[in-house]
Each structure stands twice: as structure tokens, then as C-alpha cells.
């Protein structure tokens, strides 16, 4: 059972770029989260998913994009990636929305 | 703003010691926590939940306190191993935001 994963693991870009983070989750849960993790920050929401085709803002959405086409998967797009999106991001999902269980994280260099 | 914070950001201890680990919350709404548990290079990993309509919860080695009067929240390890070595998020939920704290790393000392 894998749970909940994220791809690539690590990637370094360039600015103006675009990035395409990619998240699964196994258990069918309902709702999706894509979070970034920085020092002195820590765990800031960008977007989430409540279903399928149901996306929303969380406290930092600028600069991304979300789409959700199949309950198990959350890609979460960096339209033109810029330095200040150098970050740890962390998808997470759940079903009642309140436990939620992460995926390893992805760690996004921007050059 | 609401917000949930911690009131000590390190602490060290001696293997088979117990540890507590504190946690303050401003959001008198707030009506679920959840300690997480976050190893360098990983995802944070759920630890324990209480609701708010509890005191009290215990886990394996662990136990989680809820004090409303005081809005404190706090984390008890028991016979603390190197393996418990991480950082503790807690974070609590209103009206389904989930809002985490900023951290307290725990080191265990063999």
C-alpha cells in the first residue's frame, strides 16, 4: 500500500520556467492539500481540493496553479517559477479534513 | 490573527527520559488537535489527535493533554528513545482549517 507520494523527489529549475509537481494518494480520501515548508515559515497552504473538480485557495496561491481531474491525483503547477518558490512542498490528503497524512515532500531549487 | 505556537522551539533529553513538548493555541473555536511528528528529509507524520471535548488521550508512549482553560496543548513522551529524535508540529483545526505551529525540535541523547 503506498499511501500517499510525490514526484520527482527533488528538482532544481531555472527561473521563468514551468514545474509541474505531481502527488498520489491510494486511499481514495476526498480531500487533497499542497502545502510548502520553509525556515521560519513553516507549513503554509497553497491550494486544496475538497473532490474531483473542486479546487480552492489556501494562504499562499500566487504563482500556482491545481487541477483535479481524478480523486487520487493533485498536480500542483508552477506557471513561472521564481526564486522566492524555492521551497520544501508537501502534498497531504484526508478524508474529513481534519487528520490529514503527508507524502515525503518534493524539494524545488530555483535558479 | 489566530494562531497556534509553541513555547519552547528545542529540547534535549537523555535516553528513557520522558519529554513534554508545550504547545499554545489563541483560537477559543479551535475544536480538533493533532501532533505530528517530522524527521529530517520526511513528511510529517500523524501522531495523535484529540478533540476538544476531551482532556485527556493516550497512544503508545504517547499522551496528549488539552487544557481549554488555558488554551494549552501539550505532548507527552514516555521512555524517550534516539528514534523520537525530530520535530514536533502541533496543530489544530477550526471550522476545517487545519493551522499548524512552527515547530519543536526534539533531540534525544543516547
Known amino acids: 500500500d503506498a499511501g500517499i507520494t510525490q514526484s520527482p523527489r527533488y528538482k532544481i529549475t531555472e527561473t521563468g520556467r514551468q514545474v509541474t509537481l505531481m502527488c498520489h494518494q491510494t486511499w481514495s480520501h476526498s480531500y487533497m492539500f499542497w502545502y510548502r515548508q520553509d525556515l521560519g515559515h513553516g507549513l503554509r497552504l497553497i491550494y486544496y481540493s475538497a473532490a474531483a473538480d473542486i479546487t480552492d485557495k489556501g494562504e499562499v496561491p500566487d504563482g500556482y496553479v491545481v487541477s483535479r481531474s481524478k480523486t487520487e491525483n493533485f498536480p500542483l503547477t508552477l506557471e513561472s517559477a521564481t526564486r522566492s518558490q524555492t521551497s520544501v512542498y508537501f502534498c497531504?490528503?484526508?478524508?474529513?479534513?481534519?487528520?490529514?497524512?503527508f507524502g515525503p515532500g518534493t524539494r524545488l531549487t530555483v535558479l | 490573527g489566530e494562531s497556534v505556537g509553541l513555547h519552547l522551539p528545542t529540547l534535549s533529553v537523555q535516553e528513557g527520559d520522558n519529554s513534554i513538548i508545550n504547545c499554545a493555541y489563541s483560537n477559543s473555536a479551535s475544536d480538533y488537535f493533532i501532533w505530528y511528528k517530522q524527521e529530517s528529509g520526511k513528511g510529517p507524520q500523524f501522531i495523535i489527535d484529540i478533540r476538544s471535548n476531551m482532556d485527556k488521550r493516550q497512544g503508545q508512549r504517547v499522551t496528549v493533554l488539552l487544557n481549554k482553560t488555558v488554551k494549552h496543548l501539550s505532548l507527552q513522551i514516555a521512555a524517550t528513545q534516539p528514534g523520537d529524535s525530530a520535530v514536533y508540529f502541533c496543530?489544530?483545526?477550526?471550522?476545517?482549517?487545519?493551522?499548524f505551529g512552527q515547530g519543536t525540535i526534539l533531540t534525544v541523547h543516547p
Open positions: 497531504a490528503s484526508s478524508e474529513s479534513r481534519d487528520t490529514q497524512y
Open positions: 496543530a489544530e483545526t477550526s471550522y476545517g482549517k487545519l493551522t
